[in-house]
């Protein structure tokens, strides 16, 4: 089993700022892509940012010059620095991570999801 345990959602008002975490446990051997996604009401799960294991990285277009991801690979733990942070932003986010176990088997995780919401 592998587990993604997300933290740092919250209430923010509009143009302020949160950082998430996500720590990934469980058998893992490494772990390639991390990701974050999220999901408002009504409306289907989107991509907001990936980080491949090396560093590289691609967001959605509607976070661009806003939001950074990173990862500390040692730690097996994706961040997400949210800044000028917009009433649209609200959401459910959610970490995801494809991981090589320790049995030599992929699998794509997900964790359970933080609540973001902006508003005055």
């Known amino acids: 089993q592998v587990q993604l345990v997300e933290s740092g959602g919250g209430l923010v008002q509009p143009g302020g700022s949160l950082r998430l975490s996500c720590a990934a446990s469980?058998?893992?051997?490494?772990?390639?892509?991390m990701g974050w996604y999220r999901q408002a009401p009504g409306k289907q799960r989107e991509l907001v940012a990936v980080?491949?294991?090396?560093?590289?990285?691609n967001y959605a277009d509607s976070v661009k010059g806003r939001f950074t991801i990173s990862r500390d690979n040692a730690k097996n733990t994706v961040y997400l620095q949210m800044n000028s942070l917009r009433p649209e932003d609200t959401a459910v986010y959610y970490c995801?991570?494809?991981?090589?176990?320790?049995?030599?088997?992929?699998?794509?995780?997900w964790g359970r999801g933080t609540q973001v919401t902006v508003s005055s």
């Open positions: 469980g058998i893992i051997f490494t772990i390639n892509d």
């Open positions: 995801n991570a494809d991981v090589l176990t320790i049995f030599q088997t992929y699998t794509t995780s």
């Open positions: 980080i491949t294991r090396g560093g590289n990285t």
